[in-house]
């Protein structure tokens, strides 16, 4: 299932495809929150964890990180 992201998950996503290619592996959440200013890595979890539930994230299974879906764009065509 995916839907419309909002600004800021638009933002975070980008920012992932983005540390993904120059990194080769994902920005962990204190990554993303150190990135965005955030003042702990919550912030960045629930937007994760959003970005799992509009389908373009998805868990690795029994691992802490993440993969960008293959059923889901990585960005959103509308934006």
């Not at 937007?47 to 993440?66: I, K, M, P, S, Y």
């Amino acid at each position: 299932m995916t839907t419309k992201l909002t600004a800021k998950q638009e933002e975070i996503l980008a920012f992932m495809v983005e540390y993904e290619a120059a990194n080769d592996n994902m920005p962990t959440a204190v990554v993303i929150a150190r990135h965005f200013g955030y003042a702990s890595a919550n912030s960045a979890s629930e937007h994760l964890q959003a970005l799992v539930r509009t389908g373009r994230l998805e868990r690795l299974e029994g691992q802490v990180g993440f993969r960008f879906t293959r059923t889901a764009p990585c960005a959103d065509p509308q934006a």
